[in-house]
């Protein structure tokens, strides 16, 4: 009797840290996307973007959570009065900062490939 006793105190025991071994349960999981897509939502208003364009960038995240960001962002933005930022960087190409693009040492990798035919040349031309 004592034997299955221990099993039994020792086996609680070690299901009680499931959490440390790394077994994401539903809920964990449910959380987290909610969570993430709740920031999404809200960076893509502090961006000063609409909420269609928040959901053509970000597809993976849940539609439902990004609005509610998106929503709370708004809210908090009106109730303290802030500006929306202009978002620096396109979702097409990114621009070099202008100190950078005239240093040779920063001149980016030469792509191959299917890269080098998408590829957007932003560099100034030399005359």
């Not at 964990?28 to 609409?50: F, L, N, Q, S, T």
């Not at 053509?56 to 933005?77: C, H, I, S, V």
């Amino acid at each position: 009797m004592r034997p299955v006793l221990a099993l039994l105190i020792s086996a609680a025991g070690l299901l009680a840290g499931c959490d440390m071994l790394g077994i994401e349960n539903p809920e964990k999981i449910a959380a987290a996307r909610e969570a993430e897509g709740k920031a999404v939502g809200g960076a893509c208003r502090h961006a000063g973007r609409a909420i269609e364009d928040c959901y053509a960038l970000n597809r993976r995240a849940d539609k439902a959570a990004m609005f509610a960001g998106w929503r709370e962002m708004n809210d908090y933005m009106r109730e303290n009065k802030i500006d929306a930022l202009a978002p620096q960087l396109t979702a097409g190409a990114a621009k070099p900062p202008a100190d950078a693009a005239s240093s040779p040492a920063a001149a980016p990798a030469k792509p191959t490939g299917k890269a080098r035919e998408a590829r957007i040349d932003v560099r100034p031309a030399e005359s």
